[in-house]
């Protein structure tokens, strides 16, 4: 499932040509950079106040938590890391474009 999972990011990505070794190194580069992007555009949302309390949830390591607190304080918290990452997406494929 693995290997099926990474072909289809290296598909999506336009990396798929690459070795694989190649391909697993940019798709880790990549999903550091989409998960900052989508947490970045999930805080934005937040009130000032409430980052704080993200940031301590955040560090706890508590999903439930967190998933609570999200759909509370930023109801459409998905479809924003979502936008997020596409944009991401894109920037990348631009990027790798000759």
Do not use: N, Y
């Not at 694989?20 to 805080?43: C, D, H, S, Y």
């Amino acid at each position: 499932m693995q290997d099926e999972l990474t072909a289809l990011i290296a598909k999506d990505l336009g990396i798929s040509e690459l070795p694989a070794g190649e391909q697993q190194t940019l798709i880790a580069q990549f999903g550091e950079v989409a998960l900052k992007a989508a947490t970045m555009a999930v805080v934005a949302k937040l009130p000032e106040g409430k980052r704080e309390e993200f940031a301590k949830l955040a560090e706890a390591g508590d999903p439930s938590a967190l998933q609570a607190f999200l759909a509370r304080e930023v109801p459409d918290h998905e479809a924003l890391a979502k936008a997020a990452v596409a944009e991401e997406v894109a920037r990348f494929k631009a990027f790798q474009a000759p």
